[in-house]
C-alpha cells in the first residue's frame, strides 16, 4: 500500500467534494493497518476513497489499536465528534488521480515532507478539483457563493473571501517545522518545504514544488521547480514552469545558487550558478562564453548550459549581449537568517 489517510472535508449541496483534510497521513503503512481498516470499512480494491459516519469511528479506533496503530486509533476516536462527511482514503499504487480525496492526500504528502515533487503522478488533477471560494466560513463552491454570501448578511454576518482558486494555502492544512514564511498565501497547499526554509513576503512556492532548505525564497518558484541546499533566489525573480506554455522540461536549481532580484530562469542550473540581477535566461537566448582571460570562446544557445555547475551568467553593460563565466566561489547564505527556524 502506497499511502493510508483519515480525513474530514467539505462537501457541496450535490454532495461533491471541494477540499479534504488529513492530519496524519501515511507513506507506505504496514500491512497490518491496512487490513484493520478493511475489517471494518467495506473498501474495494485499488486505490479508493472511502466515505464513513461518526457511528464507525470507534470501531474503527479498536481495530486500529489492536493493530499497533496507536495515533491512528486516537485520531479514529477525534473523528468520532465530526460533524462534517468523513472519509478513509487509500492508495495501492501511484496512478494517475481519479477524485478530489485522492489529489488532496498526495498534496499532503509532498507538504508533509514524506514524497519530494516529482515522486507521485498528478496526471489530470485539474479537472478532479472544483473551483472554490476560500472564505473566513470555510471552502464553498463557488456556483454557491451568492447564496452563502446573501444567508451570512440576512443573519448579521460578513463573509469575506480571501481568493477564489482550485488549490488552498498550504498552511491552512500543514505547517511543516523549521520553516518560515511571510505570507502564507503565497504557499500553495502541495509545496515541500525542506527545513530551514525561508520564505519572505514577495516569495511564492507553487504545488509539486519547492525548497530543499535551507534557503531564501524572495522569488517565485513555479509548478514543478526544485530549489536546491543553500540557494538564494532574490526578490521578484522567477522560475519558468512547465505549465503555461505547454513545455516538458523541468526546471531546477541546484545547490548553492543564486538568482539575483528581478532575473530568471528558463533553463535547469547545475550547483553554485550565478544568475545576475535583472537578467532573465530563456533556452534559446544567445550566450556568449569567456574563458578565464575574459575573451570570447563560443556563442550556444542557454539550452546548452542546462544542469551545468559552477557558471556566472551576466549581461555585458555595454554592448548588451549575455555573457558566461566560470564561477569559482559558490553562494555563502547568511547563516543568522536560518539560524532561529
Not at 3 to 32: C, H, K, M, R, V
Amino acid at each position: 500500500m502506497l499511502s493510508f489517510a483519515l480525513g474530514i472535508g467539505t462537501q457541496n449541496t450535490q454532495g461533491d467534494w471541494l477540499e479534504i483534510y488529513y492530519p496524519a497521513p501515511l507513506f507506505q503503512p504496514d500491512d497490518a493497518l491496512i487490513d484493520a481498516v478493511k475489517r471494518v470499512l467495506d473498501v474495494p480494491e485499488g486505490n479508493a476513497a472511502v466515505s464513513f459516519l461518526p457511528e464507525h469511528c470507534a470501531e474503527l479506533a479498536g481495530a486500529l489499536k489492536a493493530a499497533g496503530h496507536a495515533g491512528q486509533a486516537e485520531l479514529a476516536e477525534t473523528l468520532a465528534t465530526s460533524q462534517r462527511p468523513l472519509v478513509a482514503m487509500l492508495l495501492a499504487e501511484d496512478l494517475p488521480p481519479q477524485s478530489a480525496p485522492e489529489v488532496y492526500l498526495k498534496l499532503h504528502l509532498l507538504s508533509h515532507r514524506l514524497v519530494k515533487p516529482h515522486e507521485l503522478d498528478l496526471t489530470g488533477m485539474f479537472g478532479l478539483l472544483r473551483n472554490i471560494a476560500w472564505t473566513n466560513e470555510g471552502p464553498i463552491d463557488i456556483e454557491e457563493l451568492p447564496a452563502r454570501r446573501l444567508k451570512a448578511r440576512l443573519a448579521g454576518r460578513t463573509l469575506s473571501v480571501d481568493c477564489v482558486d482550485k488549490f488552498p494555502k498550504m498552511t491552512d492544512y500543514v505547517v511543516p517545522g523549521g520553516v518560515r514564511i511571510g505570507d502564507t498565501a503565497r504557499v500553495r497547499l502541495g509545496a515541500y518545504l525542506g527545513e530551514g526554509t525561508t520564505v519572505m513576503h514577495e516569495g511564492f512556492v507553487n504545488f509539486n514544488a519547492g525548497a530543499e532548505g535551507p534557503g531564501m525564497i524572495e522569488g517565485r518558484i513555479s509548478a514543478g521547480v526544485v530549489v536546491g541546499k543553500g540557494s538564494d533566489l532574490g526578490g521578484g525573480c522567477s522560475t519558468m514552469g512547465t505549465l503555461s506554455g505547454g513545455g516538458n522540461i523541468v526546471i531546477k536549481v541546484g545547490e548553492g545558487c543564486l538568482i539575483g532580484a528581478n532575473a530568471g530562469i528558463g533553463i535547469p542550473l547545475g550547483d553554485r550558478c550565478t544568475v545576475e540581477a535583472g537578467l532573465y535566461i530563456t533556452a534559446g537566448a544567445k550566450v556568449t562564453l569567456l574563458d578565464d582571460q575574459g575573451q570570447e570562446v563560443d556563442t550556444v544557445a542557454a539550452r546548452e548550459l542546462a544542469n551545468q555547475s559552477d557558471l556566472l551568467l551576466r549581461r555585458n553593460s555595454q554592448n548588451g549581449r549575455i555573457e558566461c563565466l566560470t564561477n569559482k566561489s559558490a553562494v555563502a547564505l547568511n547563516e543568522a537568517l536560518h539560524a532561529h527556524n
